[in-house]
Structures are given as structure tokens and as C-alpha cells.
């Protein structure tokens, strides 16, 4: 019975992690690809593996490291699905505890 609900359970985790949202706060614990940070996705679920080099953004960035002089910091990309994703962090409110 055990290994029946831990299928169940394995099943809906695509669910559970789109339920969750990391705090920004300082940036600086927040994983910019890897966490859900903005409210809506995982970066990395909506790029794919090609979203860090084409956005120039490495794969293990922290959110804090992507902002430079009191700005975000992002290279302009081709395609639809990078112009979303540089749209959705610009559009975020850039936390003075950021700059």
C-alpha cells in the first residue's frame, strides 16, 4: 500500500510545484531558473535547457546576480518565449534590497 500512495503522490508533484512560490526577499537564496519567484513558472519549465545561454543568465544564477547598478541586468533575445520571460522580470518590482 505504501509504494501505491508514493506513486500517487510522485504523480502530482508537476502539480504541487506549480502551487509553490519562493519569497524573493534579497534575492541572494532565490534561484533565478529554478524557483518559482515570479507567480507563474519555474523559468526553466518555460525555456528549457536553452534558456540560460540564450538569455546569457547561468543555469545556477541567483536572482540578486542579475541585477547591476539598481537594474535588472538582460541580454535581448530572439523568440517569443525569452522576449515572455525578460517581460515577466521587468515587470517585476525591483526591491531596493536588491540594488
Known amino acids: ?3 501505491w500512495i508514493w506513486r500517487k503522490l510522485l504523480k502530482m508533484r508537476q502539480l504541487a510545484a506549480s502551487l509553490m512560490q519562493v ?13 518559482n519567484w515570479t507567480g ?3 523559468f526553466i519549465d ?3 535547457d536553452w534558456g540560460p545561454l540564450h538569455l546569457g543568465i547561468d543555469k545556477q544564477a541567483y536572482v540578486a546576480d542579475d541585477v547591476q547598478n539598481e537594474r535588472w541586468h538582460l541580454r535581448r533575445a530572439r523568440g517569443q518565449i525569452y522576449r515572455v520571460v525578460i517581460d515577466r522580470i521587468n515587470a517585476i518590482f525591483l526591491p531596493c534590497q536588491l540594488a
Open 46 to 48: 518555460t525555456t528549457g
Open 40 to 42: 507563474a513558472v519555474r
Open 1 to 3: 500500500m505504501g509504494s
Open 23 to 35: 519569497d524573493l526577499n534579497n534575492g541572494k537564496s532565490t534561484m533565478l531558473w529554478w524557483d
